[in-house]
């Protein structure tokens, strides 16, 4: 069993800043591309930031320049530092992995979601 659980979520005022965690716990061998998406009311889950083992990040046009994605592969978890948050930020903001289990091959998983609320 692998369980990804983030924390950080919360109310922000506009131009605000929020550090997003995300921890990897479990039958965890080794994790490949770790990631944030977001899910806004009524939209689809869209991909916000990833990052590869090796700490290459990539990241939506939307966020470029004011999210940043870290990763601590000692402690399996994945932040993300975001600044001049708008209100259209506004999301559930969903932590991802793809993680390689003892049963030998690798597979995605996701975390439960936070809430991030911007108001303007």
């Known amino acids: 069993q692998v369980q990804l659980v983030e924390s950080g979520g919360g109310l922000v005022q506009d131009v605000g800043s929020l550090r997003l965690s995300c921890a990897a716990s479990?039958?965890?061998?080794?994790?490949?591309?770790m990631g944030w998406y977001r899910q806004a009311p009524g939209q689809q889950r869209d991909l916000v930031a990833t990052?590869?083992?090796?700490?290459?990040?990539k990241y939506a046009d939307s966020v470029k320049g004011r999210f940043s994605i870290s990763r601590d592969n000692a402690e399996n978890k994945v932040y993300l530092q975001m600044n001049s948050l708008k209100p259209e930020d506004t999301a559930v903001y969903y932590c991802?992995?793809?993680?390689?289990?003892?049963?030998?091959?690798?597979?995605?998983?996701w975390g439960k979601g936070t809430l991030v609320t911007v108001s303007s």
């Open positions: 479990g039958d965890i061998v080794s994790i490949n591309t």
């Open positions: 991802n992995a793809d993680i390689k289990t003892s049963v030998g091959y690798g597979m995605y998983y």
């Open positions: 990052i590869t083992s090796g700490g290459s990040p």
